[in-house]
Every structure is written in C-alpha cells, then in structure tokens.
C-alpha cells in the first residue's frame, strides 16, 4: 500500500514489493498471482481503513458531528494530502484508467463513503438534496486534496477544511 500510494500503482512492481518487504520475489507471486489480484488487496485494504474510521465516527450521536469528524481526520492527515494526495482518490483514478474489471471495482473506493456521506446528510433532515450534498462534500474534499498536492501545501487543507465545517454548521 505504501509504494502503491508513494509511487503509484502502475509504476510499483511486485519486484519493487519484495524488495520493500525483504522476502524473495517468489513469495510474494506465491499471495499474489497478477498485479491485478495485488490491487484488489490494495483496494480492500484501503476500504477496511475507511470502514474503521466510519465505524468509529458513527458512534457520534448527530450527523453533523459525524460529518465534522470526518473533515478533522481530513484536516489531521493534512501533511499526508499535500505529499501524496488523497489516497483513496489516486488509487480509483489510478485503477480507473486501467479498464476492465479493475476500473469497475475501484468505483466502490468512491462510493462507498458517497454512500456513507449521502445516509449522513439524510439523517440530517435533507431527504431530497442528500445525493447531490453527498457528491459535493465528496468532491469538495477530492479537490482540496489535489490542490493541496500539487501546490505541495498542506494549509489548503485548513483553509478548505474550515470552509467545509462553516458549510456542514450552516446546515
């Protein structure tokens, strides 16, 4: 996952992988039959991360804190974004362009927390319009990441974080 995120899918090799985890290339032909078998591990993984952290921000009690919980561990992992972009959102796009079955399967790297999102902003009183808001937190967040990464500058991140609180308090 770190070399997929640091380098980019395409570009990280399963020798690449061995190497990192100080195994023989072998071994790692022996979990992982094609790149394509290793990017679903990275997909997965990277959901089950997503799935812990929406675990632990719907024990909040309103949708609204669960929506700002979201935001501040945007705004924690500032210094991540501006390095590296968003990881979730490199790997879809990444994925994406590869076609096939892969680029279909990456999909749900963005759906699923759309999904968590839009149940969110339902819960929130706003039945008809909770697609659409979902959408636009979801792309609001994608594009700070990408501007925080290709300015390499983490305070995009505050400045659009606190932007995004003012929204979700205006609700």
């Not at 879809?92 to 362009?97: D, N, T, V």
């Not at 290709?150 to 308090?169: A, H, P, Q, S």
Request: charged share 30%; aromatic share 10%.
């Amino acid at each position: 996952m770190k070399l997929a995120y640091a380098r980019g899918f395409r570009e990280t090799s399963l020798a690449d992988i061995a190497e990192a985890a100080h195994v023989p290339v072998g071994n790692v032909y022996y979990y992982f039959k094609t790149k394509e078998e290793l990017a679903e591990a990275v997909m997965e993984r990277r959901l089950e991360e997503f799935r812990a952290a929406r675990a632990e921000w719907d024990r909040l009690s309103s949708p609204k804190e669960r929506l700002l919980a979201f935001v501040g561990s945007v705004q924690a992992n500032r210094k991540q974004l501006a390095r590296g972009g968003c990881a979730l959102g490199g790997l879809c796009s990444e994925l994406h362009k590869e076609g096939g079955a892969l680029a279909k399967k990456s999909a749900t790297l963005f759906t699923e927390p759309i999904g968590w999102l839009e149940k969110q902003f339902r819960a929130a009183g706003h039945e008809k319009d909770s697609r659409e808001l979902a959408v636009h937190f979801f792309s609001a967040f994608q594009g700070m990441a990408t501007v925080a990464l290709g300015t390499n500058n983490r305070e995009v991140v505050v400045m659009e974080t606190k932007r995004l609180k003012d929204w979700i308090g205006a609700l």
